[in-house]
């Protein structure tokens, strides 16, 4: 079974910082694109930023210049999060496109971890 498993949420004060981690665990060949994605209550859920196998990085303009993603060599996805503020409270999810040891392709979603900011 491949699955993605998130840890580092909690609650911060304002102006605060967390570091979010996933990791695709599994009979994983290779994870491609890595994202971040977050839903706030009543709130459609929003791409945050993303990264590629290359390290090519894209950040939603909210959280530009405070947020930043980063990968390991292998399957770990991390989003570092500066300079956090209450509009920044969400459910935060990864998701990744892998490839299994037997080549079949998944779109894969973690269970999502809360991040609450207070002010």
């Known amino acids: 079974q491949v699955q993605l498993v998130e840890s580092g949420g909690g609650l911060v004060q304002a102006g605060g910082s967390l570091r979010l981690s996933c990791v695709a665990s599994?009979?994983?060949?290779?994870?491609?694109?890595m994202r971040w994605h977050r839903q706030a209550p009543g709130k459609q859920r929003e791409l945050v930023a993303s990264?590629?196998?290359?390290?090519?990085t894209h950040y939603a303009n909210s959280v530009l210049g405070r947020f930043t993603i980063s990968r390991d060599n292998a399957n770990t996805v991390f989003l570092q999060m500066n300079s956090l503020n209450a509009e920044d409270t969400a459910v935060y999810y990864c998701?990744?496109?892998?490839?299994?040891?037997?080549?079949?392709?998944?779109?894969?979603w973690g269970q999502g971890t809360q991040v609450t900011v207070s002010s």
């Open positions: 990264i590629t196998r290359g390290g090519s």
């Open positions: 599994g009979r994983i060949f290779r994870a491609n694109d």
């Open positions: 998701n990744a496109a892998v490839i299994t040891d037997r080549g079949s392709a998944y779109d894969l």
